[in-house]
Structures are given as C-alpha cells and as structure tokens.
C-alpha cells in the first residue's frame, strides 16, 4: 500500500520568510495529493491540492510543486504571517480510491 | 457555512467497554469516513461509507469496529470491547463525491482515552 513520509516534523520560521515542506509517496499509482492544515484545536482543512497532470499549482501566497519522476511533492508558504502557524499534513491517493494516505504532520510556527 | 460536527469532544472509557462516537456530516454529502490520529502520530484511515454500506476499510478497522447511518442525519462509529491501544483522536469526514480526490471535509474530532 501508499507510505507518505513527510519533513520536517517542526518548522520555525521567522515571519515574512518561506516556509517549505516535503512528502514523498511510495505507490506510482497515486495522482492526487491534497495538503491539510490544521490549527490549535481546530479540525483538519484543505488548503490546496494537485493532481499529477501538473507539476506547480500555486494559490497566493501557497504552493505545491509535484516531482513525479522522483515521487515527492512540496508545499510553499512564502512571505509567512502569524496565522500560518498550524499543523499541516499532506496525504496522497489516486482517483477512484476511497482512502487518503496521511503523512505525520509537520508542526510550523511563525515567529514574530 | 456547513461543517461536520462530531459528539463527544472527549470520550473517557474503562478498557473493554462499548463506545458510540457520533458525527453528522454535512447535509447534502454522501459519502462519510473514519479516520483515527493516535498521538504524536500520522492520520489513519479507518473506513468509508456510502449508499449504507461499507465501501473500504483498512486493516485496523476489524471486528471491534462497526459503522451506522441510524438515521438520515447521524454517522457512527462503534468500538466493542475498547482496548488502550484505542487511544486517539477520531475524525469523522464527508464528501460530496466518490473518492478520496474529492475534497474530505473533516470534522473537529472526538479524542478517545480508554484506561
């Protein structure tokens, strides 16, 4: 089955700067790789995803970039803000499938 | 804006008794999940659900576990003979199309410590 691994675990960032994390999956079948953002307290959101047609889907400041060849993708924050601070978890699956493949989350936090 | 809602917040139960977490998902979504967070770990599928059938489950939802849509609002998740190692946070999910490439909505969770 699907393993996602996910880096790092923590993530200090001063704010203003970028902030990137890395997921790399183990199953070739899998085309769809959503990234989940969860804060204190808060229930898991999805705050972009990409499927494997492309290679960089960008929302403001947020974006995903997907190496297929390499099976990894990544999440880019860039000019970080307070409110960036959560925990956030990428997952991978393919179309059809029922399950999302969870990686262990990475916890970022913004420093004034 | 809608949201899925899940009861308790927190579960607290003696090893080896019954437990009933409840979810409502969003009204016009069909297709409901499981999901469970042991701390400090990934999240975890557990099971999917659509048309009042099971649609897949993992290799962690055995017997212990069940799954109901008693009614045309609530989604359930049941444990039998809880054990420690039932220990975690469960997420309850839903979704307005078939498969997990549609967005998940997930619920606030129902953490669950069995002693």
């Known amino acids: 089955g699907e393993n996602v691994e996910q880096h790092p675990s923590t993530l200090s960032v001063q704010e203003g700067d970028s902030a990137v994390i890395k997921c790399t999956y183990s199953?070739?079948?899998?085309?769809?790789f959503p990234w989940y953002k969860q804060e204190l307290g808060k229930r898991p959101q999805l705050i972009i995803d990409?499927?494997?047609?492309?290679g960089e889907k960008k929302d403001q400041r947020i974006a995903v970039t997907l190496n297929k060849t390499a099976k990894h993708f990544s999440l880019h924050i860039t000019e970080t803000q307070p409110e960036d601070s959560a925990v956030y978890f990428c997952?991978?699956?393919?179309?059809?499938?029922?399950?999302?493949?969870f990686g262990t989350g990475t916890r970022l936090t913004i420093i004034p | 804006e809608p949201e899925v809602t899940q009861t308790p917040s927190h579960q607290v139960t003696q090893m080896g008794q019954e437990v009933i977490l409840r979810c409502v998902p969003i009204?016009?979504?069909?297709?409901f999940y499981w999901y469970r967070q042991i701390l400090g770990q990934k999240v975890e599928f557990l099971v999917s659900?659509?048309?009042?059938?099971?649609?897949?489950k993992s290799e962690i939802f055995d017997d212990q576990f069940s799954v109901e849509r008693p009614d045309g609002s609530n989604f359930t998740l049941k444990i039998r003979s809880t054990k420690l190692e039932d220990s975690a946070m469960y997420f309850c999910?839903?979704?307005?199309?078939?498969?997990?490439?549609?967005?998940?909505?997930f619920g606030p969770g129902t953490r669950l410590t069995v002693l």
């Open positions: 999910a839903s979704s307005d199309g078939q498969g997990a490439h549609n967005e998940q909505f």
């Open positions: 199953d070739s079948a899998s085309n769809y």
């Open positions: 990409i499927r494997s047609n492309v």
């Open positions: 997952a991978a699956t393919y179309f059809g499938n029922e399950k999302l493949t």
């Open positions: 009204s016009n979504h069909l297709y």
């Open positions: 659900f659509y048309n009042n059938e099971i649609s897949e």
